[in-house]
């Protein structure tokens, strides 16, 4: 643009001399031609900052134009629709990223910000969580967004992130609440569950030592009064003995076995040894 203005100053200076040389000759004062001089310099300088501002105005609404579209739709800037896989997402990335990668066209400046644009649009659809929240993002832009737009810049970044922002964060509150709320339900079931589950344990439990300790009692007694039985059957019979031999086979019975006894030991019937 310098070259410019100055082909231009001079063309004007060329034009000037020649125009002061035909004034000179024909006989006219020489301030009328610098004023007029002036007055043409000061025009075309007037020019020129106007072609610098629509220049400079032109190439910002170009670029904000440029970047809004590339950030508002991922689907578009890779060529694939909404429902697309992930291997036609991939296989579209590659394709992609061959025609606009900055070593494809060195003179092209305006590959490298597309090629990392495309970088960032693939890192964002080919995860499963990333995506997610793309596609809820781009929902809510076209419900809620226009509306919101209508009454704020639209070329505004920061309008942009402030709205994002603000969006994520009230979707952050209302979540966990809803979140909460289904979890500590799930949780209350969950323990009284638990809760029912210990008590059958400890009932079952109680049942089976209940049970256990009155076989093994009743088995102790059946042992114990077995015993009994055998004890008084011997005693009874013991008795019944004595009672049909009577007195005098008692004694009889005895002296046996005292005369046992002193056999056994040797020992004579006035206490002496043998």
């Not at 009328?32 to 025009?43: Q, T």
């Not at 402030?162 to 979890?183: G, H, I, L, V």
Request: aromatic share 10%.
């Amino acid at each position: 643009m310098s070259h410019c203005i100055a082909a231009k100053l001079i063309a004007v200076d060329w034009i000037s001399c020649r125009a002061a040389d035909r004034l000179h000759l024909n006989g006219i004062p020489l301030s009328i031609y610098f004023y007029g001089s002036i007055m043409l310099l000061e025009a075309h300088l007037r020019l020129c900052q106007s072609c610098l501002w629509f220049c400079k105005s032109s190439q910002r609404l170009f670029s904000l134009c440029t970047a809004h579209r590339s950030s508002t739709n991922y689907y578009e800037l890779l060529g694939v629709k909404p429902d697309a896989t992930l291997e036609q997402i991939k296989n579209a990335f590659f394709d992609k990223s061959k025609k606009l990668h900055p070593d494809s066209d060195p003179s092209n400046p305006g590959l490298h910000s597309q090629f990392v644009q495309l970088n960032e649009a693939y890192r964002v659809l080919s995860r499963e969580g990333s995506r997610q929240d793309y596609d809820l993002r781009q929902r809510y832009q076209y419900t809620a967004g226009p509306a919101f737009r209508s009454s704020s810049s639209p070329n505004s970044p920061s309008a942009e992130a402030a709205e994002s922002m603000r969006y994520w964060e009230q979707f952050r509150q209302a979540q966990p609440q809803e979140n909460t709320a289904e979890e500590r339900e799930k949780s209350k079931k969950r323990n009284m569950r638990l809760v029912g589950y210990c008590v059958l344990t400890m009932v079952l439990s109680l049942s089976v030592h209940y049970f256990g300790f009155r076989k093994l009692e009743e088995v102790h007694n059946n042992f114990m009064d077995e015993k009994d039985r055998v004890i008084n059957e011997i005693y009874n019979t013991s008795k019944e003995r004595a009672r049909v031999n009577g007195f005098k086979k008692q004694q009889e019975i005895l002296r046996q076995k005292h005369a046992e006894f002193l056999e056994r030991y040797k020992i004579r019937s006035n206490g002496e040894e043998k």
